[in-house]
């Protein structure tokens, strides 16, 4: 597989901060990958890194195996959307979608054939003559589209391109870039602060956290074995519940720290005695009609959050958890809930250092 | 916010008026007086009309050779704002766009330069052009000296203006594949287009009423600008004060139209809202 983009070692200081520690990423082509950590992480200076907005400190960029690193944004062939979508106020639709091709000496009714072909793919058919203050938010997010697709670049960097939308356009848009993504063949990097777009959009996620690589890899690997803590309350929403517990003799469940000690057996062994902070995602709390089933726990409830298709409960303990529950009248009214547990689905962490714990013997 | 209150409205703009007329009798008086005969000017209680209104500015403008001094006036005012765009867009630019310490100190020496009068500068100037043998080209000495002297006010301005433009819209332009100062000519010159206008018109403006470089470093009448012009009516017995008005009068009435032009143009920029 050829590598598309390739990061190596970048380090990044601005004055005396540490801004980037020690980025690898391989991008094979025709991947989508997104960058996504909480703000003050690192990915937007990475992703303008790439198209070489911010030179790095040290390290190596490179795309289709040529060094980069030191080269200016006009030579690296990229396309970058941004997050203002950045569109040239004083030129019409066309102008700004053509504004790369001019500079390349393409010639006037190339460029107008050129950008005719785009608004048709984008949907910005009749806008071409149109100025951008006169266009809608979701239009001059296709403006900003497309004027990166009609280079027909090495590589598409988006930062936060949907950020500006209304929810329902969002999630339009979404589905959109990745058709669009698809279609092209492209190789695109996403910066988002939303670990659901990540989770939707991309083929792999990368979570960054204070300039540092927390953990890559498929949408759903990261959901599955978080290598940390920091990853596991990142990734799936409603956040996981952490609560701290002790494991007890028998090596294979853990006491937790809520009222009437509740024992959950996992999957695995851990040494008797070790202090540990446990894991649950909400949405793996079943809630059960009674506690005879196993790996079971009674909890007092405080909140009852209503979407429609899911019920959201929070509990009157502390941490406070949240209990993913389907649908069901008698939640609403229910003074305390029985939830079971999968021990398969109990993740546990080191306290101290915040790490995944593996089964031992 | 106004009050929606009739009385106080009619009150508030009765004040502007007044404010308004005080502020533009001068200009009204000198109007007058350049049409009033000489007699009239000494008039005692002084006319508000002029009984005998003649024109002369056919007479003064052949008298006083105004061409000559329209000309060198022009070629000044043309020759600052000329240096003044070139050097002051990229350095108001600069700092516009550096953010740092000592983009802060540099902007502080731009602003204190703007307090000295050029009746200071003057003297050490004028040493240092005689010494560099500039006096010999007295025009572009004062074109220097000019220039120098209202590069921080065009500095601030336009840097202002620069400050409006987003980074990002550059940026997006370095991706697009253009050099640094192809986005900056073809993105931030066009975008900031209105401050660099205003501000070079301002500076224009102020290089033709322009009087101290001008006395001091031009001795030979041919290339003295029309600000330096106005004095040769005084002499030692008489004072020609209408002949005076008449010189202003001619001198100051395009630069007028040019503000008036020039107004429009800001409050236009202004109620649509949004650069073009």
Redesign the interface.
Known sequence: MTLQIELAGIQKYYGGYHALRGIDIAIPKGQFVALVGPSGCGKSTLLRTIAGLETITSGAIRIKGEDITRQPPRLRDIAMVFQSYALYPHMTVEKNLTYSLRLKGVSRAEARRKAEEIAAITGLGQLLDRYPRELSGGQRQRVAMGRAIIRNPKAFLFDEPLSNLDAALRVHMRAEVRKLHNSLGATSVYVTHDQIEAMTMADHVVVMRAGVIEQQGAPLDLYDRPVNRFVAGFIGSPAMNFIDGIVTETGNSVRLALPGDPTLSFAGHRPAGESVTVGLRPEHLNVVADTATGNTMRLPVSLVEQTGSMTYVVTETEPMLTVAANMSRAILTAKSLDVQIDPANVYLFDRKSEEALRSVG | MLSSTPWKRWLLLAIAVLLVAIYLFPLYWMYVTALKTNTETFANPPTLWPHHAELKVARVWNDMGMGSFIQNSLVIACGTVAIVVLFGTGCAYGLARVRSVWMDVALFMVLMLQVLPPSLLITPIFVAFSQLGLLSWPRTGTILATAANKLPLYIVLVRAAFTQV?R??E?????????RI?AFLS?SV??ARNGILVSAILIFLQALGEYVYSRSLITDRAYQPATVGLQFFVGPNASDWTGIMTFAAIYVTPILIIFVLAQRRIVSGLTSG???
Do not use: H
């Open positions: 987003p990002e819209l940026e997006a332009a370095l991706v697009d594949g253009n050099s192809g993105i066009p975008l949004a650069l073009k």
